[in-house]
């Protein structure tokens, strides 16, 4: 049984508009993570939490927000989404430590027109 | 800052060849390194990592890597691959020991492996 949710897994939205990713890990981990893939840049850190209602700025968090409501669930916001943000989205979860690996979700492909 | 370098973006083989995928860091504290396989279309899962001790670590399906503080290096290593192989191969190393780490990513190495 998958550990690391993502919803939804496809999204196509309009540029101006409301985006909400969710994320919901079953891991008890103390930390989750947002990144984005694109091609030719790897995987890139945009926010990322130690904890319950804790929220961090990674590597580009710019035009993007994120909320830590529980243990479980990990948000990534999109307020006015831009074509920019076309990409692929993964959440992570981890326990606390620089040796704990991470455990990825599946992705949600997001598309910007 | 830390970095961590994968210098072949891709790398295409045969089945049943030997398959050698570099890593590269700069980082001069206590070091996490770790590799991580995406196939196609899905999320990255954990394929090994080594913080201390024997600098060779086994990983799941043959895979393994060897700790080169020397040559700032963790290369992965298969002795036979299968063509289930083929995917995307990241390296990563952890920017801290504590808490608050987050990992460090290499652009990742395209395995192909031919029938």
């Known amino acids: 049984e998958a550990a690391v949710t993502q919803s939804p897994r496809n999204k196509v939205a309009v540029t101006g508009g409301k985006v909400t990713l969710s994320c919901n890990q079953t891991?008890?981990?103390?930390?989750m993570y947002w990144y984005r893939q694109d091609t030719g840049h790897g995987l890139r850190l945009i926010h990322y939490?130690?904890?319950?209602?804790?929220?961090e700025k990674g590597d580009i968090p710019d035009g993007y927000k994120a909320s830590r409501p529980s243990q479980e669930n990990f948000s990534l916001i999109l307020e006015l989404a831009t074509p920019s943000q076309t990409s692929v989205y993964f959440c992570?979860?981890?326990?606390?430590?620089?040796?704990?690996?991470?455990?990825f979700g599946p992705g949600t492909r997001l598309t910007v027109l | 800052t830390q970095t961590v370098s994968q210098s072949d973006a891709h790398v295409t083989v045969f089945e049943g060849d030997s398959v050698e995928l570099r890593c590269n860091y700069s980082y001069g504290g206590s070091i996490y390194l770790s590799w991580y396989i995406q196939h196609h279309g899905r999320g990255l899962q954990f394929l090994l990592k080594?913080?201390?001790?024997n600098p060779v670590v086994q990983g799941v399906n043959g895979f393994k890597a060897e700790f080169s503080k020397s040559d700032s290096s963790f290369h992965l290593r298969k002795a036979s691959v299968h063509w289930s192989d083929s995917a995307v191969y990241f390296c990563?190393?952890?920017?801290?020991?504590?808490?608050?780490?987050?990992?460090?990513w290499g652009l990742g190495t395209s395995l192909v492996v031919n029938p």
């Open positions: 891991n008890n981990h103390n930390n």
């Open positions: 990563a190393v952890s920017d801290n020991v504590g808490d608050n780490s987050k990992l460090i």
């Open positions: 080594y913080y201390s001790g």
């Open positions: 939490s130690y904890g319950a209602g804790s929220t």
């Open positions: 992570a979860s981890g326990d606390a430590g620089g040796y704990a690996e991470q455990f």
